[in-house]
């Protein structure tokens, strides 16, 4: 299995940033896909999960900025993140769950002025 996460980088705040993530190796439109992050000395966050059906939700922390797709034929899902805070620094990971869960390596995600 592999996910791999794309779009990160450096972004002012109020600032816009896609995330994506491919998978491989998994039956894709059987897996809940999501998006966690992890802050330094902070514990890693459950941020947004799209379930095979498409059903989505986000955390109350991203709620109305974050936006999470997917797209069953290409094995991707996508993070739209908009009105980015400096607090949001963090490595972003890509997430596959059905009987086990699966990490990508992840990607930084750096807000700053």
């Known amino acids: 299995v592999q996910l791999v996460e794309s779009g990160g980088g450096l972004v002012q705040p109020g600032g816009s940033l896609r995330l994506s993530c491919i998978a491989s190796?998994?039956?894709?439109?059987?897996?809940?896909m999501g998006w966690y992050r992890q802050a330094p000395g902070k514990a890693r966050e459950l941020i947004a999960r799209?379930?095979?059906?498409?059903?989505?939700n986000t955390a109350d922390s991203v709620k109305g900025r974050f936006t999470i797709s997917r797209d069953n034929a290409k094995n991707t899902i996508c993070l739209q993140m908009n009105s980015l805070r400096p607090g949001e620094t963090a490595e972003y990971y890509c997430?596959?769950?059905?009987?086990?869960?699966?990490w990508g390596h992840g990607k930084q995600v750096s807000i700053s002025s």
């Open positions: 997430i596959a769950q059905n009987d086990a869960i699966y």
């Open positions: 190796g998994i039956t894709f439109n059987t897996y809940t």
């Open positions: 799209i379930t095979s059906s498409g059903n989505s």
